[in-house]
């Protein structure tokens, strides 16, 4: 599939004659590479730990949340609404005040990752402890298990299923959003690579760092991908 996409990228070029700075040929980009990589990968590496940082903190804030909400209905009416507003909000909207407040290194664009992916877990997570089976919560009640073991003994193995699919859906989005913290204004990354080629019309380097960003999101769902069927091993697969 990716040997055929090659094929057709680089006879579109040709056939249509297109000029190198609106569409390079993959030849210029694979040059790109091949010049110019230990500057992608640096540039890549900062975006990757953005990335990485951005996931950890906005996968163990929603899960946080979500324990919260479902221990205390009094801290769902006091959580909920900003965690809806978070949301209601554009992102682009959101990042410039991140680099106002918090600068354009590692910070800003770490906030902004965990804002993409934290109602996503947040919700699914939340969802699935609400939805556990009758019989679980029968089963509990039978022993007179306090809250907060009904919690951890029934309510959360139950719900790992759902956490795990919004923890996917999080994966992909993570990059997204260091991505748009980097756009808006960065010291490095790949969407600061993307914005200096741009102005340059070095559209080779560009698609180079487009590629890579790409890589890094397959790579990181993979990586997430395996670890939750790992964690989750009872569920079936897709």
Excluded at 185 to 209: C, E, H, P, T, Y
Aim: aromatic residues 12%; proline residues 5%.
């Amino acid at each position: 599939m990716t040997a055929a996409f090659i094929v057709l990228w680089a006879a579109l070029v040709r056939w249509f004659a297109i000029p190198p700075y609106l569409l390079p040929g993959p030849e210029r980009v694979f040059h790109a590479f091949v010049e110019r990589w230990w500057f992608l990968l640096d540039h890549a590496r900062i975006t990757a730990v953005e990335t990485v940082i951005g996931f950890i903190c906005g996968v163990a804030g929603g899960v946080i949340f979500a324990l919260l909400m479902t221990l205390s209905p009094l801290l769902r009416r006091v959580l909920l609404p900003p965690i809806l507003v978070t949301q209601a909000l554009p992102v682009f909207a959101i990042a410039p005040i991140l680099v106002l407040w918090l600068g354009f290194g590692l910070a800003s664009k770490v906030v902004m990752a965990m804002l993409v992916i934290f109602f996503s877990v947040t919700s699914t997570f939340y969802d699935g402890l609400r939805r556990t089976e009758t019989g679980l919560l029968d089963l509990a009640g039978l022993y007179r298990v306090s809250k907060f073991q009904e919690l951890l003994h029934f309510r959360i193995p139950a719900a790992l299923p759902a956490l795990s699919s919004g923890v996917r859906i999080a994966a992909v989005f993570a990059p997204i959003g260091a991505v748009i913290g980097e756009w808006v204004g960065a010291k490095g990354g790949l969407a600061f690579i993307m914005l200096q080629s741009n102005a340059r019309m070095q559209a080779d380097v560009m698609f180079a760092a487009l590629i890579l960003l790409a890589v890094m999101v397959l790579l990181l769902r993979a990586i997430v991908e395996g670890a939750t069927r790992h964690l989750v091993h009872w569920q079936p697969e897709d």
